[in-house]
């Protein structure tokens, strides 16, 4: 590493400086936007398989005792 | 299964990306003419380079969706399109940060290259309402299939008419008289190409594998026929 940065041309971060980080910076941005959009659609699908999920569960228990009834309604 | 292969994908692009800034910092000699100014041309030229052949992507594979009436293509060629359009955006922007930088101006009105792509960026632009105006799922993928492919075939024709043309001050670095880049330059030229076509086809599986996503939890609430919460409606075609 120590080598790398010795054979490294000094950077001019004068003038051109600037306009070249802005430059990758705008990149970076744009990147970390993009991220965050899809982080946000994870979370929302997240939220919509465990409301989901909790639906399914929901529907097996009263289906269960729907069942518990018509099999007390048949035995008695 | 769009997210077969993201992780090391994804790792591969990091790695690529690490690499060419490395490479565009660290090694590469800084231009004679334009000082170091010309790093931004490892950023913006990979970026038009990977969102024109995105572009064209997209016509392509538009064409196999109305071919086989698949709309797993039509996915594609929308993706395609979209990632290409913020590649787009970024394109605008780092072309204008160097134009302030090189010519003291933020946009040249008479510079086939830079208003070419401006019009090309502008066309794509209008490709979502065009696409969001139709309520039909089935003729929305048809009609923007066919905009994708008249708009892919434009691309490289417009890059014909922009190459033949006499530029006034943008530069030509490949394939011109006057020599292309040297070596070092060239590499670091490649590898910058390499990492943000990888990262383009990663944003892209990326996009593709949350849509996925989102039409298997759909097809699961039909399934259970549970209430949809504030039902939105689609814009962008389903994946299944």
């Known amino acids: ?76 | 299964m769009y997210g077969k292969g993201l992780r090391p994908l994804s790792i591969a692009t990091v790695a690529a990306i690490l690499a060419a800034f490395s490479l565009v910092f660290f090694y590469t000699p800084l231009d004679a003419d334009q000082g170091f100014i010309q790093k931004i041309f490892y950023l913006h030229v990979p970026l038009a380079i990977t969102a024109l052949v995105g572009f064209v992507g997209g016509g392509l594979f538009a064409i196999a969706h109305l071919r086989s009436g698949n709309s797993k293509w039509d996915a594609y060629s929308y993706v395609s399109i979209h990632i290409s359009v913020i590649f787009g955006a970024a394109v605008l922007i780092t072309g204008s940060i160097w134009a302030k930088a090189s010519w003291g101006h933020w946009w040249v009105w008479d510079e086939p290259t830079l208003v070419s792509f401006l019009i090309v960026f502008l066309m794509y632009a209008t490709y979502y309402p065009f696409r969001y105006a139709i309520e039909d799922r089935e003729r929305q993928g048809r009609y923007a299939s066919v905009f994708a492919i008249v708009a892919g075939a434009f691309v490289p024709l417009n890059f014909m008419a922009v190459r033949m043309a006499q530029s006034l001050v943008h530069p030509r670095v490949f394939a011109t008289t006057n020599g292309g880049l040297p070596g070092s330059m060239m590499l670091t030229f490649l590898v910058c190409l390499l990492a943000v076509g990888l990262l383009w086809i990663t944003l892209v599986k990326f996009e593709l594998t949350a849509k996925s996503a989102s039409g298997q939890v759909k097809r699961l609430r039909r399934a259970l026929d549970a209430p949809a919460p504030g039902s939105r409606s689609r814009i962008a075609p389903e994946v299944g």
């Open chain 1, 1 to 76: 590493m120590l080598s790398l940065l010795a054979a490294t041309p000094a950077l001019p971060l004068d003038e051109a400086g600037k306009y070249v980080a802005g430059a990758y910076i705008v990149f970076l941005a744009l990147l970390v936007v993009y991220v965050a959009i899809m982080a946000a659609k994870l979370q929302r699908i997240e939220r919509e398989l465990r409301e989901l999920a909790g639906f399914a569960e929901q529907r097996n228990e009263q289906r269960a005792e729907v069942e518990a009834e018509h099999a007390e309604v048949g035995g008695g």
